[in-house]
């Protein structure tokens, strides 16, 4: 479109943001057939100070296919433990992260067709009661090392469920615990689903499983 994208990765209390703005143009492609190009910036924002100009840290360009995942490092943002907590690991202590330097990777699908919603989805909301009324629930398997790092969060698994009510796929939807991502993956392949909910419709079901990781002790 000619107007850009914008995603908020993150907002802070006071007001500043780290912001992935996505330009997208056509380009001379092949010479014969156009191409498509992105151009993506990652700016710090300052809030409501409009005195303050936005940093930007990256401006990058690539020429997309549809169907294909693009990733990169934004080399110049580098965050300590304790910006890494304040802008992504909200309520987590900065001490949980220090020793170490964080860095941004931004990754983009590109789906250049129409998207198409599955013929049956369940949104988060309708997916509390999928959940509810699964046949088999597998917890997520929690490493000690995790336990004792004292992070709490939630991680959000989209999956698929065919007509025999196993998971044929599943992936990371939103996680705010990406140390269990791997986990809640494979936590959630081994749910399984009533033979009832394709009694009248055989199509496969979209839907989430989410797990929740709290303190010691609650």
Same mark, same amino acid.
């Given at each position: ?76 943002? $580098? &965050?300590?433990?304790?910006? %890494?907590?304040?802008?992504?690991? /909200? +309520?987590?202590?900065?001490? =949980? ?70 998971? $044929? &796929?599943?992936?990371?939807? %939103?996680?705010?615990?990406?140390? /269990? +991502?791997?986990?809640?993956? =494979? ?32």
């Amino acid at each position: 479109t000619s107007k850009p994208s914008i995603i908020n990765l993150t907002r802070q209390i006071d007001g500043r943001s780290i912001v992935l703005e996505v330009n997208g143009a056509q380009s001379p492609g092949d010479g014969v057939n156009p191409g498509t190009s992105l151009v993506n910036l990652v700016n710090l924002q300052f809030g409501n100070e409009q005195s303050i100009k936005p940093i930007s840290y990256s401006i990058t360009p690539l020429e997309v296919e549809h169907g294909m995942t693009y990733f990169y490092l934004v080399k110049a943002l $580098t &965050l300590n433990s304790s910006d %890494y907590a304040k802008f992504f690991r /909200a +309520n987590q202590s900065p001490a =949980a992260f220090v020793g170490k330097k964080y860095y941004l990777v931004i990754g983009l699908g590109v789906d250049l067709d129409k998207t198409v919603t599955p013929a049956r989805y369940f949104d988060e909301r309708q997916s509390v009661k999928l959940q509810e009324g699964a046949t088999k629930q597998a917890p997520m398997e929690i490493d000690e090392s995790l336990r004792k790092s004292g992070l709490t969060g939630m991680v959000r698994v989209r999956v698929e469920i065919g007509p025999d009510g196993h998971v $044929t &796929l599943a992936n990371i939807a %939103y996680s705010t615990l990406p140390e /269990a +991502n791997v986990q809640a993956v =494979a936590a959630a392949r081994q749910w399984e689903f009533p033979a009832s909910l394709f009694a009248t419709d055989k199509n496969p079901i979209t839907g989430f499983i989410s797990f929740n990781v709290a303190a010691a002790g609650r």
